[in-house]
C-alpha cells in the first residue's frame, strides 16, 4: 500500500526539473527530499530505523551525521526563506559554514533548544572522532570510549534525530496540499 510520500514521489518523478520544488519530506519511515534534478526516498522498517539499528560502524555513523547536517541545513533555508532563485547562493554559503556553526546559528535563532544543543554538541564530537581517529578505543562519548558508551551515544542520537525531525515537520508543507498541488502540472 502505497503512503503518502510514496505517491508525492512518484508525482514528482514526473515533473521537469525546473517544476520540482526544494523539500524535504520526513515521517517516522521515510524520508522524501527533492532539490533540482535530485529526488530521493528512503524507507525505514521500524520507525526511526536509521539510528535504532545502528551498531557501532564507522560508516554508518558518518552516513547519519551527513543526513543530520542536511536536516540542520534545511532548518536554516526554512528559517531565511530566500526567494528560488537565491536558494543555490544560500547553499553555497552552507557548504562553507562547519556543523558547529551551523549547530550555534540553530540554537542563536532559537530553533533548538539548550538540552537539543547540548546533545548535538556531544554526538558531533563522536562524528569528528569517526572522521579524524584510527581506533574507536580512542574516540571519547562523554568522557569515556565510545565502545564502553556506545548505549548512551546512540541513545543521545536518537533524541537528536527525533528532535530534528520533530523541527522539520514544523516547517515542511503539508503532503496532502503537495499532491494536489503537483498532481496539477
Known sequence: ?????????????????????RLLIITDEQILWCYGNHLEKHTFIKPHGIITHLGLERGRILEIFSKIEFIINELIFAFIKPER???KN??????CLDLFTKIKLLKQWSIIDNKLFGKL???????????????????KYRSRS??????????????????????????QPNIDDLIKQFKKE
Open 121 to 139: 554538541m556531544a554526538v558531533k564530537e563522536v562524528r569528528n572522532g569517526m572522521a579524524h581517529i584510527w581506533s574507536n578505543w580512542d574516540i
Open 1 to 21: 500500500m502505497d503512503t503518502k510520500v510514496d505517491k508525492l514521489h512518484k508525482i514528482l518523478t514526473k515533473l521537469p526539473t525546473s517544476k520540482k520544488p
Open 146 to 171: 565510545i565502545e564502553q558508551n556506545f548505549f548512551q551515544f546512540r541513545d543521545d542520537l536518537l533524541y537528536v534525530w527525533k528532535e530534528l525531525v520533530v523541527r522539520n515537520q514544523e516547517n
Open 85 to 87: 532563485e537565491k536558494g
Open 90 to 95: 544560500l547553499d553555497e554559503i552552507l557548504n
